[in-house]
């Protein structure tokens, strides 16, 4: 026990430079060791039973780095949450498609990226862990689900707009019709994702018949 103290207290001070002041550079070491610290903890045990307190001990910084950052742990889970959802957009197609692709092909692609990246096992550990606190962190639970599905929808919402600028066949309203092929989409894998047979395959699968059902109602957009 003795021994790890030391340890703890040795990296403790590998944070800050001799004068006592971390640089700049030792300040986003210390801020990617508490989030890194924070977020396996939180997925390990959850939102109650992780402290603040042994998060501040298993980064190897003091109680007082921890609480200057984030004074409280609903403050701390909320600055993971955003810093994933920071990264996990990387996962999804958000570069422009090339202009000419159908539409079709467009939320077939859309679709299927979106059901690989729910089901990275990350990003669908911590939309259970969201879903189980949904009571003690109401807001949290919205503004995680919110911003992610707000993302994607203005992406595919450019996807119906340009196509639909090609073709010279106006769409009244883009984000309506994005919302209604996310929606589609996020309530399937909410419904099978307990699936132990949902693939890669089942997942095109779906996607195929969502978008065909998409255009095959265009008229009504």
């Given at each position: ?30 801020d990617d060791v508490i989030l890194t610290t924070a977020r396996t903890m939180f997925l390990d045990k959850g939102f109650s039973e992780t402290a603040m307190e042994a998060v501040a001990a298993s ?132 419904l099978h994702r307990s699936d132990e047979h949902m693939t890669d395959d089942s997942c095109a699968a779906f996607v195929s018949r969502l978008t065909s059902l998409m255009v095959g109602g265009r008229?009504?957009?």
């Open positions: 026990m003795a021994l790890q103290k030391q340890t703890k207290t040795k990296e403790s001070k590998g944070f800050v430079s001799k004068r006592g002041r971390p640089s700049s550079a030792q300040v986003a070491a210390i980064a190897g910084v003091s109680k007082g780095t921890l609480y200057a950052r984030y004074p409280d742990k609903q403050a701390l889970f909320k600055a993971v949450a955003e810093e994933r959802i920071a990264a996990w957009r990387a996962l999804t197609p958000g570069e422009p498609i090339s202009e000419g692709v159908p539409l079709p092909t467009r939320f077939f692609r859309r679709g299927v990226a979106v059901l690989r990246m729910l089901r990275t096992p990350e990003i669908s550990a911590f939309m259970r862990l969201l879903d189980s606190e949904f009571d003690r962190l109401p807001e949290l639970s919205r503004a995680f689900n919110v911003d992610g599905f707000k993302y994607l929808l203005h992406m595919l919402a450019d996807d119906v707009r340009s196509t639909a600028k090609e073709a010279s066949a106006p769409c009244v309203d883009p984000e309506g019709v994005a919302d209604a092929f996310l929606s589609a989409v996020f309530g399937w894998y909410y008229s009504a957009w």
